[in-house]
């Protein structure tokens, strides 16, 4: 879903900006290109220019981002500098076209969801967030920036996820349980409870395994 005419440039150069390039075909989108600026050199793929840094882009502004990076620190700070070049109205949202999403839902900029989603009512999906296929997201759900959610993840209502958190493959959570910033719940546990920011837990109900002190946090996510 565009709100322009702008070519798309996808932000990312490995697997998961392969998917968001079938993903803009579906949607009959152009794609002028791609940006992976952990590349040392420019390439092609798809018989599309990748390249390696801002600069190598003629003019910025003449092109709409999307990301296509599965890691969710990683994505955030490779879309850092283009957000603070460019205005919101170049990170679009990408909705497969199978995914049900409530008219009272709220979807930001660089967001992607994926085929067979299901979003309920009044839930907010912040910029830059993904979910994946199949993901059940229930009403007043809050999903905050730069966090992603997996394949087959039902979340149920009222469940904030705080900046930064990634929700493993198959998990469940319950009503009204609050996720901390720069967490990670492994693929199928169950969430009964709050989890505390960075902290990594797993198991049916979910446990703390440990805590996680990320780096490369932009803003001093970490504090």
Same mark, same amino acid.
């Given at each position: 879903?565009?709100?322009?005419?702008?070519?798309?440039?996808?932000?990312g !150069? *490995?697997?998961?900006?392969?998917v968001i390039?079938?993903?803009?075909?579906?949607?009959?989108?152009? #794609?002028?290109g791609?940006?992976?600026?952990?590349?040392? @050199? %420019?390439?092609?793929?798809? =018989?599309?220019?990748?390249?390696? *840094?801002?600069?190598r882009?003629?003019r910025?502004?003449? @092109?709409?981002?999307?990301? !296509?990076i +599965?890691?969710?620190?990683?994505? $955030?700070? *490779?879309?850092?500098?283009?957000?603070?070049k460019?205005?919101t109205?170049h990170?679009? &949202?990408?909705?497969?076209?199978?995914?049900?999403?409530?008219?009272?839902? $709220?979807i930001? !900029?660089?967001?992607t969801?994926?085929?067979?989603?299901?979003? %309920?009512?009044n839930a907010?999906?912040?910029? +830059?967030?993904?979910?994946?296929v +199949?993901a059940?997201?229930?009403?007043?759900? &809050?999903?905050?920036e730069?966090?992603?959610?997996?394949p087959?993840v039902?979340?149920?209502g009222n469940v904030y996820? /705080?900046?930064n958190?990634? #929700? +493993?493959i /198959?998990v =469940?959570?319950i009503?009204?349980?609050k996720? /901390? $910033?720069?967490?990670?719940?492994?693929? /199928?546990s169950t #969430?009964?409870?709050?989890v505390?920011?960075?902290?990594?837990?797993?198991?049916?109900?979910?446990k703390?395994?440990k805590r996680?002190?990320?780096k490369?946090?932009i803003?001093?996510?970490?504090?």
């Open positions: 879903m565009k709100n322009t005419n702008r070519e798309l440039i996808i932000v !150069g *490995s697997d998961q900006a392969n390039y079938e993903l803009c075909k579906t949607l009959n989108l152009s #794609v002028r791609f940006l992976d600026t952990k590349s040392p @050199y %420019d390439f092609s793929k798809f =018989n599309l220019p990748v390249y390696n *840094s801002i600069n882009i003629d910025i502004q003449n @092109y709409d981002y999307v990301a !296509g +599965g890691h969710n620190f990683s994505r $955030k700070c *490779s879309l850092h500098e283009l957000r603070c460019l205005d109205n990170f679009p &949202k990408l909705i497969h076209p199978s995914a049900i999403i409530s008219p009272s839902s $709220k930001a !900029g660089a967001v969801i994926m085929a067979n989603c299901y979003i %309920d009512t907010s999906i912040e910029f +830059g967030s993904l979910v994946n +199949g059940i997201i229930s009403h007043d759900v &809050k999903l905050s730069f966090s992603s959610i997996a087959g039902k979340i149920a996820i /705080g900046r958190t990634q #929700v +493993g /198959g =469940n959570i009503e009204a349980c996720i /901390g $910033k720069n967490a990670v719940i492994g693929a /199928g #969430v009964v409870t709050d505390s920011r960075n902290s990594l837990v797993y198991g049916t109900p979910a703390l395994i996680l002190y990320p490369n946090i803003g001093n996510e970490n504090h």
